[in-house]
């Protein structure tokens, strides 16, 4: 058995190398053919594959091992009899050296039977390697499947969200440019005064603070919902266990032959019962608390998106520019919005829907105190400072 232990191994080990070798130049062929990716993501690809391919092929090498010792066991009991039936024939043959012609017939055809039997017997076990070696190349073949396959969805998913990434990064780039253009046409801008663009940036400034107070108040009482839900399923939980405790308890002293170390049980067990029901109850509060955050943070980059898009048009509305982007009408009333809304109308054009991606570049205004979505809050606002910078260079254009 040691023997074939060793020789499986080595078999495997031959395998092994055979397939990382191939495997390896076929992945590293198709990454060659890809163009446009980061090291980064090549990275990703090759290290995906390898670590899956040393999964692949240590399943590959117990497989191996299980079915050869499972074919070398069913051969062995074959080979037992085998041996059994030779022992019997030469020790029959050795106790009567004078025999007669009935058991010398007798002798040639127990001959002539072992060796038909060792016939079958090498003829069987050749068929049983055979069949080990084919379904072995099977389920090699399944494997090489699979990997391929795992290949196709990761290679798909990377070239997915690089072009995603392209994409929103050519959309940014379109927006950065309409912007700083946007901020050059209302510097030369006759329409637009001074009074005007800080009435707009004030009413910017407003909007975003109103924003974040909503935030802040519908993070407030989420948090509260929560806390009395959590308490209640708590409580529930508390009371549904301490019923299970106390029926296995009285079950415990209605048996005479009850222990204290049954009691020692059943009070571990309640012990271990609330662990567990604390544990799970946490569980359960960060899974909503989480999902309830996440929310809110999707609920306010939109909110915050639509203000800088709003801010966006109605100064180039103001400064009389030309709109490059399809502005999405906005939920909210607008005080004192209804003649911008007309003017809106006139200046919007139908090449504007580029630009969904490039409305995430407004600073954090002083009202936002929340920690949870500042890291993810301090890029879409960066580009609140450029209506400032707006203002102050049309002051100095309003100065002359």
Same mark, same amino acid.
Not at 42 to 56: A, D, M, P, W, Y
Not at 306 to 332: N, T
């Given at each position: 058995?040691?023997?074939?232990?060793?020789?499986?191994?080595? *078999?495997? &080990?031959?395998?092994?190398?055979?397939?990382?070798?191939?495997?390896?130049?076929?992945?590293?062929?198709?990454?060659?053919? /890809?163009?446009?990716?980061?090291?980064?993501?090549?990275?990703?690809?090759?290290?995906?594959?390898?670590?899956?391919?040393?999964?692949?092929?240590?399943?590959?090498?117990?497989?191996?091992?299980?079915?050869?010792?499972?074919?070398?066991? %069913?051969?062995?009991?074959?080979?037992? /009899?085998?041996?059994?039936?030779?022992?019997?024939?030469?020790?029959?043959?050795?106790?009567?050296?004078?025999?007669?012609?009935?058991?010398?017939?007798?002798?040639?055809?127990?001959?002539?039977?072992?060796?038909?039997?060792?016939?079958?017997?090498?003829?069987?076990?050749?068929?049983?390697?055979?069949?080990?070696?084919?379904?072995?190349?099977?389920?090699?073949?399944?494997?090489?499947?699979?990997?391929?396959?795992?290949?196709?969805?990761?290679?798909?998913?990377?070239?997915?969200?690089? &072009?995603?990434?392209?994409?929103?990064?050519?959309?940014?780039?379109?927006?950065?440019?309409? $912007?700083?253009?946007?901020?050059?046409?209302?510097?030369?801008?006759?329409?637009?005064?001074?009074?005007?663009?800080?009435?707009?940036?004030?009413?910017?400034?407003?909007?975003?603070?109103?924003?974040?107070?909503?935030?802040?108040?519908?993070?407030?009482?989420?948090?509260?919902?929560?806390?009395?839900?959590?308490?209640?399923? $708590?409580?529930?939980?508390?009371?549904?266990?301490?019923? &299970? *405790?106390?029926?296995?308890?009285?079950?415990?002293?209605?048996?005479?032959?009850?222990?204290?170390?049954?009691?020692?049980?059943?009070?571990?067990?309640?012990?271990? &019962?609330?662990?567990?029901?604390?544990?799970?109850?946490?569980?359960?509060?960060?899974?909503?608390?989480?999902?309830?955050?996440?929310?809110?943070?999707?609920?306010?980059?939109?909110?915050?998106?639509?203000?800088?898009?709003?801010?966006?048009?109605?100064?180039?509305? /103001?400064?009389?520019?030309?709109?490059?982007?399809?502005?999405?009408?906005?939920?909210?009333?607008?005080?004192?919005?209804?003649?911008?809304?007309?003017?809106?109308?006139?200046?919007?054009?139908?090449?504007?829907?580029?630009?969904?991606?490039? /409305?995430?570049?407004?600073?954090?205004?002083?009202?936002?105190?929340?920690?949870?979505? %500042?890291?993810?809050?301090?890029?879409?606002?960066?580009?609140?400072?450029?209506? %400032?910078?707006?203002?102050?260079?049309?002051?100095? %254009?309003?100065?002359?």
């Amino acid at each position: 058995m040691e023997k074939l232990w060793i020789k499986e191994y080595a *078999l495997s &080990a031959v395998m092994q190398k055979h397939l990382s070798e191939k495997q390896e130049k076929i992945i590293q062929g198709v990454v060659s053919r /890809l163009g446009g990716l980061s090291d980064e993501s090549v990275n990703f690809i090759v290290q995906k594959h390898r670590l899956l391919l040393c999964s692949v092929l240590r399943r590959l090498t117990l497989r191996r091992v299980g079915m050869a010792a499972l074919a070398r066991m %069913r051969m062995s009991r074959k080979k037992s /009899l085998l041996q059994e039936l030779r022992v019997q024939h030469t020790l029959q043959k050795g106790s009567s050296p004078c025999q007669d012609e009935d058991q010398w017939q007798l002798q040639k055809a127990v001959e002539s039977h072992i060796l038909e039997e060792e016939e079958k017997l090498e003829e069987e076990t050749q068929q049983t390697h055979l069949e080990f070696h084919q379904q072995l190349v099977t389920e090699i073949q399944e494997a090489l499947q699979y990997l391929q396959q795992h290949m196709e969805q990761v290679i798909g998913q990377t070239l997915l969200q690089h &072009a995603r990434q392209e994409a929103g990064k050519k959309s940014s780039d379109d927006g950065q440019d309409f $912007k700083e253009r946007l901020v050059e046409a209302a510097v030369e801008s006759v329409y637009g005064t001074s009074n005007n663009i800080n009435r707009l940036v004030q009413n910017y400034y407003q909007q975003l603070g109103k924003i974040t107070e909503g935030y802040e108040g519908k993070k407030l009482q989420q948090l509260k919902s929560l806390q009395e839900r959590g308490e209640r399923n $708590k409580l529930k939980k508390k009371q549904e266990i301490e019923l &299970a *405790l106390k029926e296995n308890q009285t079950k415990g002293l209605l048996n005479v032959s009850s222990t204290v170390h049954q009691r020692m049980v059943l009070q571990q067990k309640k012990v271990l &019962a609330q662990f567990e029901l604390q544990q799970q109850i946490r569980l359960e509060s960060l899974k909503q608390k989480l999902l309830g955050f996440q929310h809110l943070e999707t609920e306010l980059e939109n909110q915050l998106q639509e203000a800088e898009q709003d801010f966006v048009s109605e100064l180039a509305v /103001l400064a009389r520019v030309p709109m490059a982007m399809k502005k999405k009408p906005s939920k909210r009333s607008k005080p004192a919005g209804e003649k911008t809304k007309s003017k809106r109308k006139t200046f919007q054009s139908p090449e504007s829907a580029d630009r969904d991606d490039s /409305l995430e570049n407004i600073q954090e205004p002083p009202g936002l105190t929340s920690g949870l979505c %500042r890291d993810r809050l301090q890029s879409p606002h960066e580009g609140e400072t450029e209506p %400032r910078k707006n203002s102050n260079m049309l002051k100095k %254009r309003d100065n002359r």
